[in-house]
């Protein structure tokens, strides 16, 4: 038995697992009976519960082709790409729309003239053999959101010398890169929990009959890994990628804010070199402050008004630096200014007059009826003047007023002054 018909009684028992999985719906709504089969010009599909349709067959031409999946059949939105529906179509590349969630067994498997390949990140599973022979391309990307890489889903792609496999991938099947002579190394992301036998570094003997080592290959990824693991068990040399990307900042936020500074803070960045603060300005990011500390402190600005901040961490590696790929925001404000007011004695009455603060969205006023007394409320007002009525002719009292600014849900008070009238 050589080795293509080694692959074939795989493909065979293989496909009945993936039929009882799609009669089942494991991964999805279930589609309508074989015979619900709709051709409509080169396609045939099935419908789905949802409405949603997966293509089963395609009947048009292909040969040298640069093809786009239709993200749409009779108004029916494109989710899966099924069983064998294009195998052995001579396309020169294929596009994948965005929307097309599954691909399923054997789905572009001896698509051997097609040199580029395009899968969104709108795909969360591509069944066993999906490109399987495949033999023309050349470099792929498989984005995070492909939860399941299924097995020999990329067999036999003999020129394939580039794979890049985002993080957010779990799992990788057996078998999954067998017999991709070109490819002498793929980055293994941490988020992989799970790969199959002789996915990677391997071909078929078809002599001896046995798995046999690719040679020069080498897997890479972070130390203590699933990939070194992998390395470990079945021989394959091993190299530690050193992150270079740190992650994203989290629990930013406001430590301080004064009259006319304010004080950010995020938490510590594993393996972080330092940490670049931003403030907007004009509709852009402007780069105010670079720190080793995960703190950053801006004087200068003006009092009673509203900025917005945001932050990321950096790593250098080898003189050159590499951020975050996000950053958190956040709104903030400086505090208003003090108020300065007049008292001006009445009979019985105080007046208490002040102009107005910048930034300030309210004034509280206060009293008290000794110098060491505590302060009472007295009123808040949008107004710059009050008139405190009742008191008693010939007494002392204290009074001051407060600006306050209430931006972003947060009320930001002013510094105050404390100033004392006595009644006529």
């Not at 570094?201 to 046999?212: I, L, Q």
């Not at 002719?393 to 600014?405: D, H, L, N, P």
């Amino acid at each position: 038995m050589n080795k293509k018909e080694v692959s074939l009684m795989k493909k065979r028992l293989t496909g009945i697992l993936t039929s009882l999985v799609l009669v089942f719906g494991i991964f999805g709504a279930v589609p309508a009976s074989a015979s619900s089969i709709i051709t409509s010009g080169y396609y045939k599909y099935t419908i789905y519960q949802n409405g949603a349709i997966q293509i089963v067959d395609y009947t048009g031409p292909s040969s040298g082709l640069k093809y786009t999946v239709p993200a749409s059949i009779d108004g029916r939105k494109v989710i899966a790409i099924g069983e064998e529906a294009f195998e052995g179509c001579d396309f020169a590349s294929i596009t994948i729309p965005n929307g097309i969630k599954h691909i399923y067994y054997g789905a572009f498997s001896a698509c051997m003239y097609a040199t580029s390949i395009s899968i969104p990140s709108s795909v969360t599973f591509i069944d066993n053999y999906a490109f399987d022979s495949c033999r023309s391309i050349k470099s792929i990307t498989i984005p995070g959101s492909v939860k399941k890489l299924g097995d020999s889903a990329f067999g036999y792609c003999a020129s394939l010398t580039k794979v890049s496999l985002k993080s957010g991938i779990q799992e990788i099947g057996k078998l999954a890169f067998e017999d991709c002579y070109s490819l002498k190394s793929v980055v293994v992301p941490n988020s992989v929990k799970n790969i199959g036998s002789y996915a990677f570094g391997f071909y078929y003997n078809d002599y001896s009959k046995t798995e046999d080592k690719i040679s020069g290959f080498k897997l890479y990824g972070s130390k203590g890994s699933v990939a070194q693991s992998y390395a470990g068990f079945f021989g394959v040399a091993f190299g530690v990628v050193v992150a270079t990307t740190p992650a994203n900042c989290t629990g930013f936020k406001v430590a301080a804010v004064s009259v006319k500074a304010v004080k950010l803070t995020c938490n510590k960045v594993a393996g972080a070199t330092g940490y670049v603060f931003y403030r907007a300005k004009a509709g852009k990011w402007v780069r105010v402050g670079v720190r080793k500390t995960n703190s950053f402190y801006e004087g200068n600005l003006a009092s009673g008004t509203s900025y917005r901040y945001a932050v990321k961490a950096y790593r250098t590696v080898k003189g050159k630096n590499y951020y975050s790929k996000s950053y958190p925001t956040l709104w903030t404000s400086t505090k208003p200014g003090t108020v300065n007011f007049t008292v001006t004695p009445g009979v019985g009455k105080v007046a208490l007059k002040w102009g107005k603060v910048r930034g300030a969205t309210e004034y509280i006023g206060y009293i008290k009826f000794s110098a060491n007394g505590s302060w009472n409320n007295l009123v808040e007002t949008k107004f710059t003047n009050m008139t405190v009525s009742g008191l008693t002719r010939g007494q002392t009292y204290w009074f001051t007023i407060k600006a306050v600014r209430t931006a972003h849900g947060k009320n930001y008070c002013g510094a105050f002054v404390t100033k004392s009238a006595k009644s006529k």
